[in-house]
């Protein structure tokens, strides 16, 4: 159990530009989160799968967004047209669906949008 | 709709002392409350969880919570903090109760621990 990981850790990018995050969960776990987090903020829900099924999508995640999970292991989360309200960290859980799941987070990318 | 609240973004302790963290929640179906603990450049880390049952719920690192459902309240605590307990603590709400998901996060609270 390695964990779960996030490329890259940081990204600055000028507005306007298309970035994307990749997640890799734990190997076992079927489902897959995204969430945000601002300054002060704690973190907020974007998205989810459940093996390659995307189930559920925040408001937050508006159409400039967009996450796949395209063989129910890997995730990547893309913005396009990058504002500099996107400026957040990214975080990305994975679990294995079941009665009070826990949610197994990675070290987030950190996203400043010049 | 569920909610959490943090009162206090800010708790100082100093070391030795207990931590007391507050939490309270607002859920229209029975809750399953989480604390998380994230420490700086660090992803979100499981302290404990309350599922049903015992409403005293243990956790990692001596911590502890109880659920009351009277103040709807999930309240953190440890007897006798150490400085590496420093850290920012995050409750959590399952956004529908049971295995559905996603959860909702209170703001945070940073806790300092003096020397």
């Known amino acids: 159990d390695t964990g779960v990981s996030q490329n890259p850790r940081h990204k600055i990018t000028k507005r306007g530009q298309n970035v994307t995050f990749r997640c890799d969960p734990i190997s076992e776990h079927n489902r897959l989160y995204w969430y945000r987090q601002t300054l002060g903020q704690g973190p907020e829900f974007l998205t989810y799968f459940q093996n390659e099924a995307q189930l559920e999508k925040s408001r937050l995640l508006s159409d400039r967004f967009s996450a796949e999970r395209p063989k129910g292991s890997f995730s990547t989360l893309e913005i396009q047209r990058t504002e500099q309200g996107d400026s957040a960290m990214y975080l990305c859980?994975?679990?294995?669906?079941?009665?009070?799941?826990?949610?197994?987070f990675g070290p987030g990318t950190r996203l400043l949008v010049l | 709709a569920q909610s959490v609240t943090q009162l206090g973004s800010h708790v100082s302790v100093s070391e030795g002392a207990l931590v007391l963290l507050r939490c309270n929640y607002s859920s229209s179906v029975p809750p399953y409350l989480f604390w998380y603990v994230q420490y700086p450049n660090q992803g979100l880390q499981l302290l404990l969880k309350?599922?049903?049952?015992?409403?005293l719920v243990k956790g990692i690192n001596g911590f502890e919570a109880e659920f009351k459902k009277s103040e709807t309240s999930f309240h953190l605590t440890k007897p006798s903090a150490h400085m590496s307990d420093a850290a920012e603590y995050f409750c959590?709400?399952?956004?529908?109760?049971?295995?559905?998901?996603?959860?909702?996060f209170g703001k945070g609270t940073k806790l300092s621990v003096k020397p």
């Open positions: 309350y599922t049903t049952g015992a409403t």
């Open positions: 859980a994975s679990s294995f669906a079941g009665l009070a799941e826990t949610q197994y």
């Open positions: 959590a709400v399952s956004r529908f109760g049971g295995s559905q998901g996603n959860l909702i």
